[in-house]
């Protein structure tokens, strides 16, 4: 009688990958004192102007989605961590181990992008002289001179825990993959 096989590294990534949707946003941004309070990742976006809420139902559908592919992605990457010498767990371990990686280096390259972004735009309009956002994380005191008016807005940019939690969650969906060819080799 053979010894019962696993995956270990699928099988501790499955759980933290559905846990990860529910744990709140990866990234936040303020504008001045209450003006635009802005938080994201994946699987959720909060955005609220001057205290009022803003919500897009498009916004909603497409986090809700990126949901539920990380939450099915976990359950897979278990299934075939559980059953690594079914025909079936291969395939569910290369649908589930690499979604994470996607979605967290497509989520750098958007706040990078959108950082570098502002900051050209900036330098395109003289009443925006000094402007800089910082990149993914730090602070800032843009100076905006409108006729004889100067207005200050501090800002602030951070990446939150969730960010760098989903980090384990990754890594261990890589090398689960890695691992799970010692499986099919047999």
Known sequence: ?????????GLAAGPLMILLPFLGAWWEFRLGTGAVD?????FSFRLEALGEPVRSTLVGYVCLGASLTLVVSGVFLLLASLYPRKWW????LRFGATKLLWMWVGFLV??????FLGNFLAGKFSELQGFSLPYLSGSSTP???????VVTLPLRMSL???FFFALAPMVLGVLSRIYHRRFAED
């Open 110 to 115: 958007l706040l990078l992008a959108l950082s």
């Open 89 to 92: 767990s291969g395939r569910l």
């Open 1 to 9: 009688m053979r010894r019962r096989e696993f995956n270990w590294f």
């Open 160 to 162: 939150r825990w969730p």
């Open 38 to 42: 802005l938080s994201f990742s994946p």
């Open 143 to 149: 100076v905006l001179n409108v006729d004889d008016a």
